[in-house]
């Protein structure tokens, strides 16, 4: 019976030798350890080993299985390796081909116009806050001091929500924002704030947009006068336009503020000869301010006899336009990378 072990084991070391690749292999596994397998069969063996030989059968039995099953793991071992090392002889990797270009994402002109704006307020001590672009009747005009029925309405159409949300509206100006800041301020004191946003109104051509991007000021303090604000719009404006940028203030309206003002900078192409730009004027334009209602601050609950404040707005793409030389705003929506990419570099200094 040992013999025939032992058989097993010679006729199994010279098949070894016909393990090729995979096939082969597995083809010797099954015809050893399969079903039918020779050293299967072996052991189907062991119930007619008399009682006295089982122990030695048993051990040479499992010997020899241990043997099979451990020669043909290491030749699975080797098979893999070798076809490994054969696809790494293959695929060389020539260092010295030009590398893929990775292509540098640009900021978006409004996004980079908003970031100057604010890192200009930041340093004169504001703080960013937003408010939300779907906003109530009440905080996009009522509180502003334009009841249902003002005529100033006329100017900022928007775009209103239907049934059970007829009261709420897309915001048509940043404003909304300073109504918000000062609700939320429970101690009715000091605020110093610049709200950036989109807006939206009934609007659509060259230079206006449906949808655009104003940025609101507010500055709530006690002995707050009209030449601060004058002072900080003229600081702002020299910043972000240039050092020569000259300012004047026209007597304007707005609900919200009294006295209201308009704000007019040099052209900053012809430096206010006169050209195309300002339409021979020599200015232009940029802002809206005043010093805000005492009814805005009644109905946000401050108390007007001893807190007066300043406030000031515009849009930001006006000043995108103006400082990158675009000359349709819907192009600065229209997301066309091809226009997106040529801000690529520019200088916002
Ligand atoms: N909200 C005004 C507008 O959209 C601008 C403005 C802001 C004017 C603050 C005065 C004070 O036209």
Not at 94 to 100: F, N, Q, Y
Request: net charge negative.
């Amino acid at each position: 019976m040992n013999e025939k072990i032992q058989l097993v084991k010679e006729s199994f070391s010279n098949d070894l030798n016909l393990i090729v690749d995979m096939k082969t292999l597995n083809d010797v596994r099954v015809s050893y350890l399969g079903k039918k397998g020779k050293v299967t069969e072996l052991s189907q063996m062991m119930k007619d080993i008399p009682n006295e030989d089982k122990k030695t059968f048993g051990m040479l039995l499992n010997e020899v299985r241990n043997y099979v099953t451990s020669e043909i793991e290491n030749k699975k071992k080797a098979l893999e390796e070798k076809a490994l090392n054969e696809k790494l002889e293959k695929e060389t990797i020539d260092i010295t081909l030009p590398s893929k270009k990775v292509k540098r994402g640009s900021k978006h002109p409004m996004t980079r116009i908003e970031e100057r704006f604010e890192d200009i307020f930041t340093s004169m001590g504001y703080t960013v806050y937003e408010g939300p672009e779907i906003e109530s009747d009440e905080n996009c005009f009522q509180k502003l001091n334009l009841p249902k029925g003002h005529a100033a309405r006329d100017a900022q159409d928007t775009f209103y929500l239907k049934d059970e949300y007829e009261n709420y509206l897309l915001r048509s100006q940043t404003s909304t924002a300073q109504v918000r800041a000062m609700e939320e301020n429970e101690e009715k004191g000091p605020l110093r704030i610049v709200c950036p946003g989109k807006v939206y109104r009934r609007d659509e051509d060259a230079t206006h947009s449906h949808q655009f991007m104003q940025i609101e000021g507010l500055v709530i303090d006690k002995d707050i006068s009209m030449a601060d604000l004058k002072g900080t719009l003229e600081l702002f404006c020299k910043k972000i336009l240039g050092e020569k940028t000259k300012v004047r203030f026209r007597p304007s309206y707005f609900p919200f503020t009294e006295p209201s003002v308009e704000v007019d900078v040099t052209c900053f192409k012809c430096g206010g000869k006169g050209c195309a730009l300002c339409k021979q004027t020599g200015w232009i334009e940029v802002l809206g301010a005043g010093m805000v209602h005492p009814n805005v601050l009644e109905m946000s609950g401050y108390d007007s006899s001893k807190y007066q404040g300043f406030a000031f707005g515009t849009g930001m793409d006006r000043f995108a336009m103006f400082k990158y030389g675009i000359t349709d705003i819907r192009t600065i929506y229209g997301n066309d990378i091809r226009f997106l990419e040529q801000f690529d570099r520019k200088d916002d200094e």
